[in-house]
């Protein structure tokens, strides 16, 4: 498998092979990205982080991965400190960085930006998230975490938890798990529902769909997916106000559900699982949110070319 040169913008650009291959990358990584081997495998190259968008982990977990490596980073976290401020177009902005490194990793509130950006770029572009489209590098890490958790991915029931309209993580998360044969249950305001084009194209590729409004049924769920309502692409406030706070995890919440349940979040959480969850055996998105790291080396690595 060679993945050197190769653009990352959405899950779907990958199949089931490549994936399960990226993440056996990821678990040889493991060990380098907990800080416990040295290696100089990206000695040399430069990464360009562009994030037009807030993040926390998406950004810190790459430059970590890019620096566990070796390589070196630049880039900008606040846009505002650069020449788009002057009126610089998307697109001359990434034929600037591309002069300057090997990889671009960039977050753009457009959706489609990264794949117009790639079409400008003779670098490897890597989609941080593009809007409320796609986040294919946390749809990776969240495979990861699936498989490490539960042993495999397969087999498992996962529900997915909140805003399924505006989430971008939530949507590369279901054609990935639909790859995967998985059965999955869509949990949302009605509002917020999943756009009906992945659940039907998620169907057409065998996956068994529920949808529902409420958190009946958690007692048959292996791993519980909760995301946070995406209040910053609400065209109207009002629309916000009539969601916010509509479900919450608590420990009443997890009575019944079985023993080896894990929760995960993408994070950042508003309020959406209460902290007392945190000391539970089934909150896993802490684990989750290192996994970032070992999963992005891979990616890294295997764009620039460095692992075949
Ligand atoms: C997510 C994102 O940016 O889409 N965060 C992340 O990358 N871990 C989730 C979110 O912002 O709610």
């Known amino acids: 498998m060679n993945f050197k040169g190769r ?3 959405s ?4 199949s089931r092979e490549e994936i399960l291959y990226i993440l056996d990358v990821a678990e040889k990584m493991l060990p380098i990205a907990e800080g416990k081997k040295k290696s100089n495998l990206l000695n040399g ?3 360009a982080s562009l994030f037009f968008e807030p993040s926390t982990r998406t950004r810190l977990s790459f430059e970590a991965a890019m620096k566990r490596l070796g390589g070196n980073v630049i880039g900008f976290a606040q846009p505002g400190t650069t020449s788009l401020q002057k009126g ?3 697109a001359d902005t990434i034929k600037t960085a591309e002069s300057y490194c090997d990889v671009i990793v960039m ?3 457009k959706e489609g930006s990264a794949r117009m950006a790639a079409k400008f770029a003779s670098v490897p572009i890597i989609n941080g998230g593009d809007g409320a489209g796609h986040h294919p590098t946390q749809c990776l890490l ?3 975490t699936i498989r490490k958790e539960k042993g495999q991915i397969e087999g498992n029931r996962v529900a997915l938890l909140g805003d399924l309209k505006y989430g971008r993580t939530v949507h590369s998360l279901a054609y990935a798990l639909a790859l995967f044969k998985v059965d999955m249950v869509f949990i949302s305001p009605p509002e917020l529902q999943m756009p009906k084009e992945v659940i039907e194209e998620c169907r057409e590729m065998g996956a068994n769909i529920t949808i529902k409004n409420s958190l009946e049924g958690l007692d048959e769920i292996d791993v519980l997916y909760v995301t946070r309502i995406q209040k910053e692409r609400f065209p109207d406030p009002e629309e916000y106000k009539k969601v916010a706070g509509s479900y919450r995890i608590d420990l009443k919440t997890l009575e019944n559900v079985k023993e080896d349940m894990i929760i995960m979040h993408p994070l950042p959480r508003v309020d959406e699982i209460s902290p007392e969850v945190d000391e539970t055996k089934h909150a896993a998105y ?3 949110t290192f996994n970032g790291v070992p999963v992005r080396m891979a990616l890294l690595a295997l764009v620039l070319g460095e692992i075949k």
């Open 7 to 9: 653009d990352v913008i």
């Open 11 to 14: 899950i779907k650009d990958f």
């Open 45 to 47: 190259y430069i990464m």
């Open 88 to 90: 610089e177009t998307l």
């Open 107 to 109: 977050r753009h509130p």
């Open 142 to 144: 969240d495979l990861f």
């Open 286 to 288: 802490f684990r989750q």
